[in-house]
């Protein structure tokens, strides 16, 4: 079985800063997604970035991006220039890839809140 | 944009009551899932949905719950008989392919509180 964690529970920002989240998780799957899910106030979890396992290059979606460890299985998302639009809660999770879409694997997130 | 819908926002049901909650996926998504957040605790997955069949379910996901997608358009989660641990929110998605990764969607949640 899977498992993800995360082990920031609550993390603040100065606005226009840079922040990074942590995440580490343990498999023994050989392919498997990791995946970023932000979470804003009363609203749906909306998919942030991915990044696949078999790629080395780190995963980058504008302000954010990923520094993928898979060795040490470490999946952190680093935020640039933080808004106040990224406050939220943000959860790790991840994926097995055997025959397309699987269950997402959670942690148990990481509540942002970026500082005017 | 498309999006995932899921009504009500909020139930609340007596401990033994059975409970509907609905979601409607996107159109043309093919795979369908529900997943629970107790509070304060990690988002769970429950069970996955393809063909109008279970593709695999979660050891939380014992008899007393039951999926159906009885048109086109709706997604429901049954509680036969609500426990007060059952108290969460519960999140539906939906992805668009079988054969490869897809994002899955989320709707906002229905909270359940189980008195």
């Known amino acids: 079985a899977q498992t993800v964690t995360q082990s920031q529970p609550e993390m603040s920002v100065q606005e226009a800063e840079t922040v990074t989240l942590s995440c580490t998780y343990d498999?023994?799957?050989?392919?498997?997604?990791l995946f970023w899910y932000k979470q804003p106030p009363s609203r749906q979890m909306i998919l942030v970035i991915r990044?696949?396992?078999?790629?080395?290059q780190n995963a980058t979606e504008n302000r954010f991006s990923v520094n993928f460890q898979k060795a040490a299985k470490s999946f952190s998302l680093k935020i640039s220039d933080s808004q106040l639009g990224d406050t939220a809660m943000y959860f790790c999770?991840?994926?097995?890839?055997?025959?397309?879409?699987?269950?997402?694997?959670f942690g148990t997130g990481t509540r942002l809140t970026i500082i005017p | 944009e498309p999006e995932v819908t899921q009504t009500p926002s909020h139930q609340v049901t007596q401990m033994g009551q059975e409970v509907i909650l609905r979601c409607v996926p996107i159109?043309?998504?093919?795979?369908f899932y529900w997943y629970r957040q107790i509070l304060g605790q990690k988002v769970e997955f429950l069970v996955s949905?393809?063909?109008?069949?279970?593709?695999?379910k979660s050891e939380i996901f014992d008899d007393q719950f039951s999926v159906e997608r009885p048109d086109g358009s709706n997604f429901t989660l049954k509680i036969r008989s609500t426990k007060l641990e059952d108290s969460a929110m519960y999140f539906c998605?939906?992805?668009?392919?079988?054969?490869?990764?897809?994002?899955?969607?989320f709707g906002p949640g229905t909270r359940l509180t189980v008195t």
């Open positions: 999770a991840f994926m097995k890839t055997n025959f397309g879409n699987e269950k997402l694997t």
């Open positions: 159109s043309n998504h093919l795979y």
């Open positions: 990044q696949e396992a078999y790629k080395q």
């Open positions: 949905f393809y063909n109008n069949e279970i593709s695999e």
């Open positions: 498999t023994s799957e050989s392919n498997y997604y």
């Open positions: 998605a939906s992805s668009e392919a079988v054969d490869r990764v897809e994002e899955q969607y």
